[in-house]
């Protein structure tokens, strides 16, 4: 009787400690998802910092486009002046190193619409050379992490230099 009692109270501290180690993995992935942050959007035209404040959208493999991954995200009130800027690269099967200009073959694209009134629009059409390194892409949920760099001509015809381009999703 003795031997029982002690193999229940060993088999009951056994089934508790699991519990409580089980616990202490979900509590660990929660911490680890909830250090990873907010979702961003930032970088560096001419030297003057550019922050994203609202629409921070990525994606990988949307519906409709099996083969791109997303990054974009608007800056200040959402009305005519409001400033957004999106990466769109296409034939793309993950992470990896995107050098293109505009009139590329994969119609890859990047622009930037609003910074000011005589620049109402950068690159798409007026010309891009871009560097972007996308280090993760997933779905299910959709990460998207991806560092950028690069030029953009204006419809003024400024050419903005790009630098420090940092973006994270995490749907």
Known sequence: MKSLNLYIITLFLTVISCSNSHKSTANNQNMEISSIGENYLTMRINGVDWTADNDIFGAFHPKGYDKAIIIAGSKGKKDKNEQT??????????PGTFNFVN???????????NLSADNYLCGSMLGFDMKV????????????????????????????????????YHE
Do not use: H, W
């Not at 800027?85 to 993950?94: A, D, K, P, Q, V």
């Open 103 to 113: 009139g590329n073959k994969d119609f890859n694209v990047a622009q930037l619409a």
């Open 133 to 168: 390194v996308v280090t993760k892409a997933t779905t299910g949920p959709d990460i998207i992490e991806a560092s950028f760099e690069g030029k953009m001509t204006c419809s003024s015809g400024e050419v903005l230099n790009i630098t420090n381009g940092k973006f994270y």
């Open 85 to 94: 800027f999106n990466i769109n690269l296409y034939n793309t099967n993950g």
